[in-house]
């Protein structure tokens, strides 16, 4: 079984410019979430969708910060414009359904902010 | 406001001796806990879970503890392996956040061969 891709996987941009983060969980997956690591923290939740529907967003920095899932399938996350602070790792993942299930995460994507 | 803390930023030990990895919760609404292993470059791995209505969950070499009382919770890994090495994230749900998982800031464990 295929697990979670992420692309791509390292992005250095400047501060301001746009980036875009893109996600494919496993197939068959409903649930999908995109998670945000600073250096020496544990992954925190900016966003899940249950197939193509929002279902948390209350830690997602709306001003620069937005993610689609068209079609319940692939997400993307984007930031426009991006700040310093925002360079971290982007963890993208999926689950069969909400609940307790079981979390299966990607590799991530490491973005630097200079 | 940290509601999920892991205290040791590392541990090491020996290949063959137990590792006892610890995590603490605040939130009482909480009642699925998860521990997670993540290797360099790697996003983290599942590794076992227990929900509030146990006490201990075993797996092969490892098991985890939860003391609702004093809200904490520890993975003991018996024997550790040179292969167990990583940073380990506990995590915990509760039904008021839906499946959203509050991540601790892990622990870099060390086993020496």
């Known amino acids: 079984e295929a697990g979670v891709a992420q692309s791509p996987r390292y992005k250095i941009i400047e501060k301001r410019q746009s980036v875009a983060f893109w996600c494919n969980p496993i197939?068959?997956?409903?649930?999908l979430y995109w998670y945000q690591q600073i250096l020496g923290q544990g992954p925190k939740l900016l966003i899940q969708f249950q197939n193509n529907g929002v279902v948390d967003d209350s830690q997602l920095p709306k001003d620069r910060f937005s993610a689609e899932r068209l079609k319940g399938v692939d997400s993307t996350l984007k930031i426009q414009p991006a700040k310093l602070e925002d360079s971290a790792v982007y963890l993208c993942?999926?689950?069969?359904?909400?609940?307790?299930?079981?979390?299966?995460f990607g590799p991530g994507t490491r973005l630097t902010v200079l | 406001d940290q509601q999920v803390k892991q205290n040791s930023p590392s541990l090491s030990v020996q290949e063959g001796r137990i590792s006892i990895l610890n995590c603490d919760y605040t939130?009482?609404?909480?009642?699925?806990f998860l521990w997670y292993k993540k290797y360099p470059a790697e996003g983290p791995t599942f590794l076992i879970s227990i929900s509030s209505i146990k006490d201990k969950n075993e797996d092969g070499r490892f098991t985890v503890f939860l003391n609702k009382s004093a809200k904490h919770l520890s993975l003991h890994i018996v024997p550790s392996q040179p292969g167990d090495s990583a940073v380990y994230f506990c995590a915990a749900s509760g039904e008021t956040s839906g499946s959203r998982l509050t991540f601790g800031e892990g622990t870099q464990l060390t086993v020496n061969p």
């Open positions: 939130n009482s609404m909480f009642d699925y």
């Open positions: 197939s068959g997956h409903a649930t």
């Open positions: 993942a999926s689950s069969l359904k909400t609940g307790w299930g079981t979390q299966y």
